[in-house]
């Protein structure tokens, strides 16, 4: 079965910091995929991210980096330079090939709080 | 402008009385979910459509019921046999079921029962 696992539920940092947020995850499956959403306060969940499980290349979009290891199950989130914009929640998830419908699983969240 | 509505943003219930949450996108999606999210908790999956006329239980389907009869609109029934249904329900929607997709959101609806 699939499973993720966000460890840290809230992280507090101060503008201009660097904060990562960690994501590991569970499952037999060979191809998979993995994304990131971002929860602002207004509810919505936008997507920021999407990486298949072959591909472990590390991605760079402006402030935001994510670092993805198959050998540690990993799929970690970094922002630069926070601001307080950034405070939200975050979810990591995860879709397998073998699971139909496109059903994710997500984690239970990262709530991050960026002070000015 | 293309994305997922939802209503109301809030809705109140008394106990025992069913009530139905709307979902409605003009994203021209096949698949669409819908999800609660409790509190300190991530999204749990309540249905499924892949595709018009059809659709799927998730992990926590007991007490809900839904339909599809339209690609567009895909309305969550709470039911009075739902023992605790306040929560915060999201709806989303995805260009096809293949678990490729990235999922689209509505802003959700936070019920709470009285």
């Known amino acids: 079965a699939q499973k993720v696992t966000q460890a840290q539920t809230e992280i507090s940092v101060v503008e201009k910091e660097d904060v990562t947020l960690d994501c590991v995850y569970e499952?037999?499956?060979?191809?998979?995929?993995l994304f990131w959403y971002k929860q602002p306060p207004s509810g919505e969940l936008v997507f920021l991210i999407r990486r298949n499980s072959f591909d472990e290349q590390n991605e760079i979009s402006g402030r935001y980096s994510w670092n993805f290891q198959k050998s540690t199950s990993s799929f970690n989130f970094t922002i630069t330079a926070s601001q307080v914009v950034d405070s939200a929640v975050y979810f990591c998830a995860l879709s397998e090939r073998e699971t139909n419908a496109g059903k994710s699983t997500f984690g239970d969240g990262t709530t991050l709080t960026v002070k000015p | 402008d293309g994305g997922i509505t939802q209503s109301p943003k809030y809705l109140f219930r008394k106990e025992g009385q069913n009530v139905t949450l709307s979902c409605e996108q003009n994203?021209?999606?096949?698949?669409m979910y819908w999800y609660r999210q409790d509190p300190g908790q991530g999204l749990r999956l309540i249905y499924y459509?892949?595709?018009?006329?059809?659709?799927q239980k998730g992990d926590i389907a007991e007490g809900y019921s839904v339909s599809r009869e339209k690609k567009e609109s895909f309305p969550l029934t709470v039911t009075s046999a739902q023992k605790n249904p306040t929560a915060f329900y999201l709806c989303?929607?995805?260009?096809?079921?293949?678990?490729?997709?990235?999922?689209?959101f509505g802003p959700g609806t936070r019920l709470t029962v009285l």
């Open positions: 989303a929607s995805s260009t096809t079921s293949s678990p490729y997709n990235e999922q689209f």
């Open positions: 994203l021209n999606h096949d698949a």
């Open positions: 499952t037999r499956d060979t191809t998979y995929y």
């Open positions: 459509s892949q595709i018009v006329n059809d659709f």
